[in-house]
């Protein structure tokens, strides 16, 4: 009989053990399977904290519901039906001039329409004017190996970027926009750009369909971002 060990009862850890554990029953195989944990308690950085009314989340709180292995996972577990939307939509920039909201209809801090590009409390006139080029510049030379900040900045200015958006995304990636690859964090953003000949129109499209098919439930939070 084989013996499989799984270092580390994180989400890594755990789904690789769940999914070892649904193959072993499919092939109808004999195996051992052995998860071993340095601390006491599983999760990983994934830990929920309750102090009186509140509760909190020392690492992830959200699940990104385009990519595609993460949906399948939850119907599952059965866990579908308890994923919780943000009904406000609502972030906020701690700037010099005290807290400021980015825009509702926006992701990652990237506007998704004129509108919400018009509402930013973060960027001046000339920066929204600036960033109005995403609609009608076309990529001529951008590829998934380029920097995400320069493609940014490219097509949507870059006091929008610095301002609105590399607050959001350098504290997702913990790094330097213009250091991260387009590949290796948005890659479908320059899909988006070729296909709808525009970041914010295309990002729109797509997230539109997504909610569209989705079964929403709804909690009321608020996002508070450093900057
Ligand atoms: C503040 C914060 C916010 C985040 N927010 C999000 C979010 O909103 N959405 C999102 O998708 N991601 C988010 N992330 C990232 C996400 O939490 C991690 O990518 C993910 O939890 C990592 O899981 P993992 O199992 O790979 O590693 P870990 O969670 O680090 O688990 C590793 C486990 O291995 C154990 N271990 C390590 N070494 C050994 C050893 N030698 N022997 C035995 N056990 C060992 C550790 O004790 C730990 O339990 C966030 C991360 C942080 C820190």
Redesign the pocket.
Known sequence: MTTTVV?????????TLYYLQKERKRQAQQMNLIL????E??????RTVHEGDFIM????????SRKSNVAPLLDELQLTSRVVYNATGTSFIYTDQGLKKIPEESVFGIPLSMQALAESELVSAEGKVEALKDYYTPNKSFTKTDSLGHFLEAFLGKELVAKQIAPVISG?YSGDLYELTIASTFPFLLDYKDQYGSIMRGWRRIKQSIWERATKSFCRSITVRLF
């Open positions: 270092i580390g009862g994180g989400i890594t850890g755990l789904s071993i944990e340095a601390s308690a599983l999760g990983g950085k994934i989340e020392t690492g992830a709180d959200s699940i990104v997702v």
